[in-house]
């Protein structure tokens, strides 16, 4: 027992040693990484704007039956809000939270409350209607009351097309507002095409980097590395100088005579661009992990199996294949979860078409200032790779994967 | 020497270049019989692989004719010659069990389900793995993996089996039992082996016959104890057993025996090399052969001895001479009655007969085991 205890002592110090050093690391990480993630998925589930602006007409319309227009002293309170709110300069944000469940309303809100300034006497209700007609719809009303509620899944089920009606029920968007799922899918299929591709040009470079003598597998590592040397920009502009209209490879096609100059191909700002360019990018994040499962291969493995009766195809099938496929796991995932979430090629080559969730993301994070949703849109992306990421450990094991 | 006719394999003039300059392998010439064991010893670097995988067709001949069974086998891809081939770091597929890998050869050669797992029975049953068939290869102990190797290599019924130092990672015991498991699988089997190893002991308890390489070339190709009791060359005398080696010159020739002066004295010795009067050549002669205070007039060689050193090794005693201006000059005596006469340091007398005393070509002690 008593020896014991020293032991546990003696062990005590240099641990915290060990923890002392890596705190650093760990505020960083969670200042720089963890902390943003949290506040984003935060914002995506509570927004208490309208809740905190106008808190006493929400506690009357809790109370309002829903059927018809609501009642003096709802109207009465609203007014009151609506002033402080403008006075203490909440008004805009209030406006476009309400905005967002009722297209059309910011105007009425920030129009009726530079009104209401004017206003020294009741019934508020007349007046409000007086102002503005949709004071007088309870869709308005609706709006306010389902903007009021400080936790909401309205942004999730906008980032999936769907709404929640003032019944409860939850419908698809109009059609013409369906874009969030067509872009989910696209980015999955296109993140799945850029991993297969990826997969189909890297493993025989990287079969052929792992087997070659120590000099040419430098140089072509070197190769392979060199893209990560050069500034994602520069690489992605040269791939416009190659693909565009009149850029280098139509020139070529034009010149040996096997497009018309009428015909040039448009190989940018769309899909086409998006595709190669962002292959071109995350070739490498394949490489690197097949070349270090396959360097481990003794190449007497395929000795052997030649030697056993097998041929080529069977000998590669059957013993090298196989042995690959951590690597090709490792490489997979990262490929895929790196393209899932790009945003700066497709914002610079995809054009219309060529564009990405992550291009929604942004948007909605500098222009149309809807963080709530662009952390939605990043929450859903969230669980889909650590989906994945499960789902490759149920299939192959995540210990077995191998990253250089 | 087997004749033509029965032999299995041929070696004729085969060279080999890697980068077209120098000769890996020179000039090489031998035939295996069928049945026959046969092991390629030589020091590392000498081209024991580099014969290997010529024979087993990973390696193409820059020139000359590699036979099997009277064909050449020149055009023939490894998966056709249809050789068991154990590989020095075993090459067995890690991501397949026991039972896989012995299945493989079958499989690829279109044996179905209940012959491969016949088959795969009985040649875990042959090297004693029975029940490990749902291993992996590394959940084995390296002499376990070394049996799943030699089982995989014979499974499909190869009439030749190759193995490159197949013993190399292991102990010193597994060693001693695994030569013994091989030698027995190859009795009771019958196929032909040829086997690589830098191991003169292994070689010796092992094999039919030994070829000697040294630098790409063949110095002697012979039945173990001929090689050991008749070394024709003093490379061979140096890299087999033990040898005293005197460097001296050839002063008379007298048939099959000579006069060679070494260190001062004449020594009466067997003629090997074609030597003539005037030429350096190497005495060889084994610790054992050398008496210690023989009978005077028994021995036509007899020479003053200083005692330099006396190990004592339970059976036998080792004595360090100081002879023909040799310091490292060995006798090896059983240890029977009567030999505490002999201190460190005595004067003695030494005597062996000249069919002992080999006169090969001279030595340049370039290379080492
Ligand atoms: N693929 C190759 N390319 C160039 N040179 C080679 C190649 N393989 C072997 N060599 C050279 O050929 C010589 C003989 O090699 P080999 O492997 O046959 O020797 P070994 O007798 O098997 O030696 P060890 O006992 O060390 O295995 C060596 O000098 C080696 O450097
Ligand atoms: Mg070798």
């Given amino acids: ?404 | 020497m087997p004749s033509k006719d029965n032999a299995y394999v041929e070696f004729e003039n085969v060279c080999k270049s890697y980068d077209g300059r120098t000769l890996i392998v020179q000039n090489v010439n031998f035939s295996v019989r069928k049945g026959e064991f046969l092991t390629l010893l030589g020091p590392s670097g000498s081209g024991k692989t580099t014969c290997l995988m010529m024979l087993a067709g990973f390696e193409t001949p820059t020139s000359g004719d590699i036979r099997i069974d009277g064909r050449s086998v020149h055009a023939l891809p490894p998966r056709k010659r249809g050789i068991g081939m154990v590989f020095q770091n075993y090459a067995l597929f890690p991501h397949m069990t026991v039972g896989g890998n012995l299945a493989f050869p079958l499989e690829v050669r279109g044996f179905d389900r209940e012959q491969c797992r016949e088959r795969v029975a009985r040649a875990l049953d042959l090297v004693r793995l029975s029940g490990l068939e749902d291993r992996r290869p590394n959940q084995l102990s390296g002499g376990q993996q070394q049996r799943v190797a030699i089982a995989r290599a014979l499974v499909f019924e190869p009439d030749l089996v190759l193995m490159d130092e197949p013993l190399g990672a292991l102990d010193r015991r597994l060693r001693e039992e695994m030569q013994y498991e091989i030698r027995r699988i190859h009795q009771s089997l019958g196929v032909t082996m040829v086997y690589v190893t830098h191991d003169q002991q292994e070689a010796m308890v092992m094999s039919n016959r030994i070829a000697v390489l040294r630098r790409g070339d063949i110095e002697q190709i012979a039945e173990p104890e001929a090689l050991y009791e008749e070394p024709e060359r003093s490379f061979v005398a140096r890299f087999i057993g033990e040898n005293n080696r005197l460097q001296g010159r050839v002063t008379k020739v007298n048939g099959d025996i000579c006069e060679v002066e070494t260190g001062g004295q004449i020594i009466q010795a067997l003629r090997i090399a074609p030597c003539q009067v005037g030429d350096a050549t190497t005495l060889s002669i084994r610790p054992e052969r050398v008496a210690i205070e023989p009978e005077p007039g028994l021995y036509t060689n007899e020479l003053e001895a200083k005692v330099e050193d006396i190990t004592f090794l339970g059976d036998h005693l080792r004595f360090r001479l100081n002879v023909c201006e040799s310091l490292e000059f060995i006798a090896k005596i059983p240890n029977t009655v009567g030999h505490g006469a002999v201190l460190k340091g005595d004067k003695i007398r030494i005597g062996w007969t000249p069919t002992d005393c080999r006169v090969l070509d001279p030595d340049d002690e370039e290379d080492t085991t």
């Fill in chain 1, 1 to 404: 027992m008593n020896s014991n205890t020293n032991i546990k002592t003696n062990t005590l110090r240099p641990r915290l040693r060990a923890t002392g050093l890596v705190l650093p690391l760990l505020a960083f990480i969670a200042i720089t990484f963890i902390a943003p993630l949290a506040m984003m998925l935060v914002h995506s589930v509570y927004d208490p704007t309208v809740a905190n602006a106008l808190p006493e007409t929400l506690n009357l319309l809790r109370e309002w039956d829903g059927k018809s227009a609501p009642d003096e002293a709802v109207y009465a309170t609203a007014a009151r809000e609506l002033l402080k709110a403008r006075q203490d300069r909440s008004l805009g944000r209030v406006a476009t939270r309400v905005n967002r469940v009722h297209p059309g309303l910011r105007s009425v809100f920030t129009r009726s409350a530079r009104n209401l300034q004017n206003v020294r006497e009741g019934p508020y209700r007349e007046v409000m209607i007086g102002l503005n007609s949709a004071w007088g719809d309870i869709q308005t009303w609706y709006a306010i009351r389902s903007a009021g509620d400080r936790f909401t899944s309205r942004h999730y089920l906008n980032a999936l097309d769907l709404q929640p009606l003032p019944d409860g029920s939850i419908a698809r968007q109009p059609p013409e507002r369906r874009i969030y799922l067509a872009l989910l899918w696209r980015t999955f299929i296109v993140s799945l095409s850029i991993t297969a591709i990826c997969l189909l040009l890297g493993y025989p470079i990287a079969h052929l980097i792992a087997h070659s003598p120590p000099r040419i597998a430098n140089l072509l590592l070197i190769l392979v590395l060199v893209p990560f040397w050069t500034s994602l920009l520069v690489r992605t502009t040269s791939w416009i100088v190659l693909l565009q209209t009149q850029g280098v490879i139509n020139d070529l096609l034009v010149t040996i005579g096997l497009i018309g100059d009428d015909g040039r191909l448009a190989m940018i700002y769309n899909m086409t661009g998006t595709l190669v360019a962002m292959t071109h990018v995350l070739l490498p994040f394949m490489i690197l992990p097949l070349y270090s499962i396959m360097r481990a291969i003794p190449p007497t493995q395929m000795s052997a199996a030649a030697s056993l009766g097998a041929n080529s195809f069977q000998a590669f099938w059957r013993v090298y294949w196989p042995q690959t496929l951590p690597g090709v796991g490792a490489g997979s995932l990262l490929v895929f979860i790196l393209a899932i979430g790009y945003y700066i090629t497709p914002a610079l080559v995809g054009g219309s078409t060529g564009q990405l969730i992550s291009n929604m993301i942004a948007y909605h994070m500098q222009t149309s200032l809807n963080w709530s949703l662009a952390g939605a849109l990043g929450g859903i992306l969230l669980v889909c790779v650590i989906a994945l990421y499960l789902l490759y450990d149920r299939i192959v094991g995540i210990d077995r994967m191998r990253l250089g």
